[in-house]
Nanobody, 118 residues
C-alpha cells in the first residue's frame, strides 16, 4: 500500500524558514520512476503546483513565486522528498501536499499546514 506522509509544517513569521518532508512508503524511489511534486492549497482555491523534481532528481521546476526561495530535493536512500522554504511570505501560507506520479498511478498525501503571520 502506497502512502505519502507530509510533515514539517507550522507557524512562522514572514522571512522565516521551514523544511517540509514527504515520507514515502509502498514504493521505492530507486526502483520506480516517479515524478514527485509539492502543491499548495488554500480554502476556496484550487491546488497549485509549487515545485517538482524529476525521476533522477536532477530536473527541478518551480512556480514563479517559489523560484529562488524554495528548494525541492529527494533522498533516494531515505525514500523522502523535501521542500526547503526560505524567506517565507504571507502568501506562502496554505496546506502543502506531496504528490507522486508514475507507473500509471497518482498518489497524494494528506497535507501539512503552513501558516505565515507576524
Amino acid at each position: 500500500q502506497v502512502q505519502l506522509v507530509e510533515s514539517g509544517g507550522g507557524s512562522v513569521r514572514p522571512g522565516g524558514s521551514l523544511r517540509l518532508s514527504c515520507a514515502v512508503s509502498g514504493f521505492n524511489f530507486s526502483s520506480y520512476q516517479y515524478v514527485m511534486s509539492w502543491y499548495r492549497q488554500n480554502p476556496g482555491k484550487e491546488r497549485e503546483l509549487v515545485a517538482s523534481i524529476g525521476i533522477t532528481g536532477t530536473t527541478t521546476t518551480y512556480s514563479s513565486s517559489a523560484k529562488g526561495r524554495f528548494t525541492i530535493s529527494r533522498d533516494e536512500a531515505g525514500n523522502t522528498m523535501y521542500l526547503q522554504m526560505n524567506s517565507l511570505r504571507r502568501e506562502d501560507r496554505g496546506m502543502y501536499f506531496c504528490k507522486a506520479v508514475g507507473a500509471g498511478y497518482t498518489y497524494w498525501g494528506k497535507g501539512t499546514l503552513v501558516t505565515v503571520s507576524s
